[in-house]
C-alpha cells in the first residue's frame, strides 16, 4: 500500500479530529468537550490536535463551517431542478423537518457564541458564520418570486429557513414543527410576493 503524504496524513488526522469533536460535543456538551478528551477518542496527541487548530473554539468553528457549507451543497442538489414554486417550499420543508431531529448543531453554535462573548474572543469569523449558508438557500429561494419583487435580500430568505431548522425550542415542545413552520413561512411569502402574484396581475 502506498505511503500517505505529510498533506495526506495531516488532512485524515484532521478529518478523524473533526469526527471526534462531533461525537464529543454531542454526549459531553460543550464545556465538557476538552482538547484532551477530543484528541484521546481520536487516537492522537494534544500536539496533534494543535498541529491543525489552534484551540476548542478553532475546532468548532471549523465544524459549523464546514456543516453549513454542506447544507448548501445538499439543497442545491435536492432542489436544483424544480421550478414549481409549491413543490420547492414542500420538498425544502421535509428536509428542514428531518434536519431538526438533530437538535446538537443549533445549541453547539449558541452555546459557541455564548462562550465567546464571555470571553471577549467573538470576531469576524463568528459574525460571519453563517453567512455563505443563508445567502446560498436565500438565492435558490428567489426562483419563488418574479425578479425584484422577492420580500427581503437572499441572506434574510436563508435565515429564515436555516433559523427554524436549527432552533433549539422547536425541537423540544411540543407544537408545530419545524417543517411547520418553514411551510408556513415561505408558502405566505410565496403567496403574497411570488409567482401566484404574478398570475394574478
Known sequence: MA??????????????????????????GYEGATVERIAEEAGFSKGAFYSNFNGKEDIFLYLLETHSGEDVTELQRLLGDIDDGQLLIDTLSNWAQQR?????????????FRRARRDA???????????????????????????????????????????????????????????????????????AYGLERATAS
Open 3 to 28: 505511503r500517505l503524504t505529510r498533506e495526506q496524513s495531516q488532512a485524515q488526522t484532521k478529518a478523524k479530529l473533526l469526527v471526534s469533536a462531533r461525537e464529543v460535543v454531542a454526549r459531553d
Open 100 to 112: 431538526s431531529t438533530d437538535p446538537s448543531w443549533g445549541m453547539l453554535a449558541l452555546e459557541l
Open 121 to 191: 474572543t467573538f470576531g469576524e469569523r463568528h459574525s460571519n458564520l453563517f453567512r455563505a449558508q443563508w445567502e446560498g438557500l436565500g438565492k435558490i429561494l428567489l426562483r419563488l418570486f418574479p425578479d425584484g419583487k422577492a420580500p427581503a435580500e437572499p441572506a434574510a430568505l436563508g435565515g429564515i429557513v436555516f433559523e427554524l431548522t436549527y432552533g433549539a425550542a422547536s425541537s423540544f415542545t411540543n407544537g408545530p414543527t419545524v417543517g411547520e413552520l418553514v411551510k408556513v413561512a415561505l408558502t405566505s411569502m410565496y403567496k
